[in-house]
């Protein structure tokens, strides 16, 4: 089975191919022959020539900054610039426009989404997301963190961990618990916060990558405007859901490819290590390749869904457990062709401590042992492998809840 597009589907691909090929470098090989500052400058720039082609949140209105693009048109987009091996956007955009403006475009008012969208994609604010608690990782409802209105603002006073480039951030959407006398679900508002304030502090975590992506955000007397709640006050539970959805249910269109691109850039580092014919890692590797495929048909299960008008909803957890529980068996594999080589990384790392390296990386020990030790944290982020599991069960197979 090979899944085709309409003739007119494939008309719109020459125009993403067309200014792809505008717009990138001679000879381009992928973002992974970048480092460094050559690195971040390019992404940059490039976030830019995205922004001016309407190519940076290409399915939103055009009124708001975007290109009014179908289902199917960004589906195209995102796998083009996935197999040209370009960004989507900045390091925050996954927060301030798949996930942030996703959730306004639905859940907004009129004023806050002519106020935040054009901003989104000015990068005039750059957000990062707040949920998890110390006490509260996987059981989201259990949040602490106290929102307390006194006149016109909300007074915050707790923490969230785990905040994804949170350090490279001046706005966070964060739940609250604004009515502690409701039930778990019941008493918690999705609030849009500053953090250019004194009551914000953000403490980097350092992870066993040795990267910092992580931090903690600590909120001592921080205020919020009594109108940055979305979605209604005590309403944040419905709103954050819609918002997870976008997170899970979007990789659909670009992980696949990413996988496959990573799959067969081991099968080079195999055959040049000169281990291609063992018939056990010619196993695993084969192992590898049927789960990629099938990976490809659950994102197009996705999609299918997507492009018929559907919210994303709870089903994104089995596209979310199946590749972050993949990611971390593919990557013992390539630690294991490396052998003891994997444990003195040398060359490019990865530039981002999230799901595979960038197109066009080297084969060099220290992308892999990278990639190794980031993939331990995908089946914990935007919600562990044993939550993901409870909401396929609960929430797509209708079994009985999890006894308290």
């Not at 299960?301 to 979310?320: E, S």
């Not at 390539?334 to 999230?354: E, K, N, Q, W, Y």
Request: with cysteine.
């Amino acid at each position: 089975m090979q899944p085709t597009y309409t003739p007119e589907a494939e008309s719109y691909r020459e125009k993403v191919q067309a200014f792809l090929a505008e717009k990138l470098p001679t000879n381009w090989m992928g973002i992974g022959q970048l480092e460094g500052d050559e690195l971040h400058e390019f992404v940059m720039q490039w976030r830019v020539t995205l922004h001016e082609g309407r190519f940076l949140a290409p399915g939103w209105p055009v009124e708001y900054g975007g290109a009014g693009l179908s289902a199917l048109e960004q589906v195209i987009t995102a796998e083009e610039f996935a197999r040209a091996g370009v960004p989507t956007g900045g390091p925050n955009d996954v927060f301030g426009i798949q996930m942030l403006g996703n959730t306004l475009l639905q859940w907004g008012t009129d004023e806050q989404k002519a106020y935040y969208l054009p901003r989104i994609l000015s990068n005039a604010d750059v957000w990062c997301q707040g949920y998890s608690e110390p006490n509260a990782g996987s059981d989201l409802s259990n949040i602490g963190l106290r929102g307390e209105l006194d006149g016109d603002q909300w007074i915050l006073n707790g923490q969230k961990i785990w905040t994804s480039a949170g350090h490279l951030a001046d706005h966070i959407f964060t739940l609250a618990r604004t009515d502690p006398d409701l039930p778990r679900h019941k008493g918690i508002s999705f609030l849009l916060v500053d953090m250019r304030q004194p009551g914000v502090e953000v403490r980097p975590i350092r992870m066993i990558s040795g990267e910092s992506e992580f931090n903690e955000v600590f909120y001592t007397d921080a205020t919020c405007p009594k109108d940055n709640v979305v979605g209604g006050v005590n309403n944040g539970w419905a709103v954050a859901m819609t918002l997870l959805g976008y997170e899970r249910g979007e990789a659909a269109a670009t992980l696949p490819i990413r996988f496959q691109a990573e799959l067969d850039r081991l099968l080079i580092m195999a055959k040049d290590r000169g281990v291609a014919n063992d018939p056990i890692i010619r196993q695993r590797l084969a192992w590898c390749y049927t789960k990629v495929q099938m990976m490809r048909y659950l994102g197009m299960r996705t999609l299918t869904k997507f492009m018929q008008g559907h919210h994303p909803g709870p089903d994104g957890a089995i596209f979310k457990l199946y590749w972050s529980e993949y990611h971390k068996i593919v990557s013992e594999l390539a630690m294991d062709i490396m052998g003891l080589d994997g444990l003195v990384p040398t060359g490019r790392t990865p530039s981002s401590a999230f799901q595979t390296d960038d197109a066009g990386a080297p084969n060099s020990t220290g992308s892999w042992e990278g990639v190794f030790l980031n993939a331990r944290a995908g089946s914990i982020y935007a919600g562990s492998s044993q939550i993901q599991r409870n909401i396929i069960g609960e929430m797509v197979l209708g079994l009985p809840k999890e006894p308290k």
